[in-house]
């Protein structure tokens, strides 16, 4: 008796091989190497956007920058922060965009954040960023990394405004650049990982999240008094984090001081030139690799927001 049609292994028949692993459990295999599910485990891979031409604009207001810069020194700064990195252990990535991009580019955390399956690409609130989300999709893409989901439809998100509070939990905070419902749709994808949400709201004046609030280890954060959510700082303190405060105002807004990206357990890389704060870290028994950005934080950013993380090592 000949076999039946539906006996064959496309339609379900012996031979039928069912995919039995999860997403997770394919990154590095099926998909590229990636995840995150904390702001202070050892880093691994980043992604970086090494500025040009774009960055040369008669109006810097309108291009959403502080002041004209000077191409060759900022690209030297960036050159040597990817240098810091790579210096560290860490794999530096870049966007290569196919098609001159605009000038907010490089700051590529914004456009992209990433969870323990994969990432979440954002759709910025700016009409001067919009699209800039496309040339992240495509390098995503090109690395193997799972996107998640595409913020889409009346919802803004920028992966600034999302840190990891502890491996099942993550704040979101919602405001000038992170609308409620980017918050609602970054709440959704988590829920399906069983990652709680803690929704905090940030005060006028306040770019992001991550401007007012970093991470450095399990039980240790630096916040910025005045900025900071009430609430991100109350659940830090619930979850065993212990919440420090900046010493000094001048430094944090001119110096960028905690604008900065951390490469391990109380190990960070820091804008030099903030004397009073590196002092203040290395008091709570923070080391500092420091690295000048002082040209590229004319463009309205410092090296938390020049920096997409793709991988740290998971915690259990």
């Known amino acids: 008796m000949s076999r039946s049609f539906f006996d064959a292994a496309a339609y379900g028949g012996e031979g039928w091989q069912p995919r039995t692993t999860s997403t997770r459990q394919e990154l590095g295999d099926l ?9 202070w485990a050892q880093l691994k ?8 031409p774009e960055l040369l604009v008669e109006d810097p207001d309108a291009a959403q920058l502080l002041a004209q810069v000077d191409l060759s020194r900022l690209q030297a700064q960036h050159d040597a922060m990817a240098r810091a990195y790579a210096d560290a252990g860490v794999t530096v990535h870049y966007v290569k965009p196919d098609v001159p991009p605009s000038p907010n580019l490089m700051f590529v955390a914004d456009l992209m954040w990433m969870t323990p399956e994969g990432a979440i690409l954002a759709r910025p609130a700016s009409r001067v960023r919009a699209g800039e989300e496309r040339f992240i999709a495509r390098r995503l893409a090109a690395l193997g990394v799972p ?3 595409s913020v889409h439809g009346g919802a803004t998100f920028e992966g600034a405004d999302a840190i990891w509070l502890s491996p099942d939990g993550v704040l979101v905070a919602d405001g000038l650049r992170t609308n409620p419902a980017g918050r609602a749709q970054v709440t959704a994808t988590l829920a399906e990982m069983d ?4 929704p905090v709201g940030l005060p006028y004046g306040a770019m992001h999240l991550m401007g007012s609030l970093r991470v450095v280890d399990r039980d240790l954060a630096i916040a910025w ?16 984090v212990a919440v420090h405060f900046l010493p000094d105002e001048e430094e ?5 001081a905690l604008n900065f990206v951390t490469l391990g357990p109380r190990r960070i890389l820091m804008p030099a030139g903030n ?4 002092a203040f870290y290395e008091t709570l028994g923070v080391e500092c690799v420091t690295v000048a950005v002082d040209e590229l934080t004319l463009a309205a950013g410092g090296i938390g927001c020049l920096t997409g993380v793709l991988e740290r090592e998971l915690i259990d």
């Open 31 to 39: 998909w590229g190497a990636c995840g995150q599910n904390s702001e």
């Open 45 to 52: 891979t980043v992604l970086l956007h090494r500025p040009g």
């Open 147 to 149: 996107i998640l989901r």
């Open 195 to 198: 990652i709680d949400v803690v």
């Open 225 to 240: 008094p005045g900025r900071v959510p009430f609430a991100a700082v109350q659940a830090l303190r619930e979850h065993g």
């Open 252 to 256: 944090t807004v001119r110096g960028f």
């Open 275 to 278: 004397p009073i704060t590196q």
